[in-house]
């Protein structure tokens, strides 16, 4: 099993200020980083004045971090597609995979909190039917821009290259693509990423419907507060749908990947002492965001109508509670072939001080069984 950083960089009520936030989370990945976890992956969320996820750069903080660090993968996980001008996005990616010397890999989604997505593009309110159109276009050109030496692009969003623009002058061999006005038709993205044909691309997975479009286009999963029980009727449709498209056999669980809270402690009370005032202001601000659609995604997502209760989450969408229940929530993971666990104990803006007894207990005691089972 592989175990990942991830953070939002949550400060509940602002109370920490910016800097001293990121030097908790270096501390942090410092203390990983030595403690048996393959990378760090980071997502994006903007415009947060409760602190609860304001993490509007994750390409620039791992920049920073591959400088310090030496992880096996970095990775973003994930970036809201529709805030991103897909030619900008393109070359910040291809520039982040040399910086993170080709270990980086790429998650996509389209945003699930409408302040954190309607401000960036006028169809990427993730409500409404046409984000889910403008995710699919910023990723085809994403792609188009990685794999493609030149590439035109015309979608319901994006056009490019854009009319009348004039080819430069310098050399009729440096751009070929030129209408007989002397305009250009196509255009060249520099530098192209250091992996080909591009990094590996994962998907935000909540719904059986965004499982099946990810196997059909070869991405992988991410599957975040989505109850294991619910998540395990998709590894085989996947798996067969990846296997038939691509011709060989594909193993349950491959390709797919866990993101969870975590929080481990001595004793079962003792875990829910320290953490259950913060998962539970972490997933009431996620449910009340979602305003009347709240107990609709609980439904979805945990098989229940509520969206915080401890006891219910414990057993199905987070990592937390002592030290053998945790081993056992990752060994289920681990027996259905996944392979991968993205773990965060921000959530809620848990403080630092918490996080690190958590993550410093989960490194000594959870994570060499499962080191030791792999290299076994």
Avoid at 85 to 113: K, S, T
Avoid at 165 to 189: F, Q, R, Y
Avoid at 198 to 212: D, F
Avoid at 235 to 250: H, M, T, V, W
């Amino acid at each position: 099993m592989k175990f990942r950083y991830h953070s939002q960089l949550h400060d509940a009520g602002l109370m920490q200020g910016y800097s001293r936030l990121l030097a908790g989370v270096m501390k942090e990945i410092k203390y990983v980083e030595c403690n048996g976890f393959d990378g760090v992956w980071l997502g994006e969320h903007h415009l947060g004045p409760e602190g609860l996820a304001n993490s509007p750069n994750p390409i620039l903080m791992l920049a920073n971090i591959a400088g310090q660090t030496d992880f096996a993968s970095y990775g973003l996980a994930c970036v809201t597609a529709p805030n991103w001008h897909p030619i900008r996005l393109a070359e910040d990616i291809a520039v982040l995979d040399h910086l993170c010397r080709g270990r980086l890999h790429i998650g996509f989604g389209r945003g699930v909190f409408p302040r954190d997505t309607a401000m960036f593009h006028p169809n990427g309110d993730c409500r409404k039917a046409e984000s889910r159109t403008l995710t699919g276009e910023v990723i085809e050109i994403a792609k188009k821009a990685w794999t493609e030496e030149f590439f035109s692009h015309s979608g319901q969003n994006f056009k490019f290259p854009s009319p009348g623009i004039p080819h430069h002058p310098w050399s009729p061999t440096e751009e070929p693509h030129v209408d007989s006005h002397g305009n250009i038709t196509k255009i060249c993205v520099v530098p192209k990423p250091l992996q080909r044909p591009h990094p590996p691309i994962w998907i935000m997975v909540a719904a059986e419907s965004s499982a099946r479009l990810a196997a059909e286009n070869g991405y992988n999963c991410i599957a975040a507060g989505t109850s294991f029980d619910i998540i395990r009727g998709w590894l085989d449709l996947y798996a067969d749908i990846r296997s038939r498209k691509e011709g060989r056999q594909f193993k349950r669980g491959e390709c797919w990947s866990l993101q969870r809270p975590l929080f481990v402690a001595r004793t079962m009370e003792q875990a829910k002492q320290r953490f259950e005032t913060y998962i539970r202001r972490q997933r009431q601000y996620q449910a009340l965001y979602r305003g009347a659609k709240a107990a609709e995604y609980a439904k979805v997502t945990l098989g229940t109508a509520s969206d915080w209760d401890w006891d219910l989450l414990q057993r199905t969408a987070m990592l937390a509670g002592s030290v053998d229940f945790v081993g056992e929530k990752i060994q289920e993971a681990a027996d259905v072939g996944i392979t991968a666990i993205n773990v965060w104990s921000d959530c809620g803006g848990c403080p630092h001080e918490l996080t690190m007894e958590s993550f410093q207990l989960f490194a000594e005691e959870v994570v060499p069984r499962f080191v030791q089972h792999a290299e076994g």
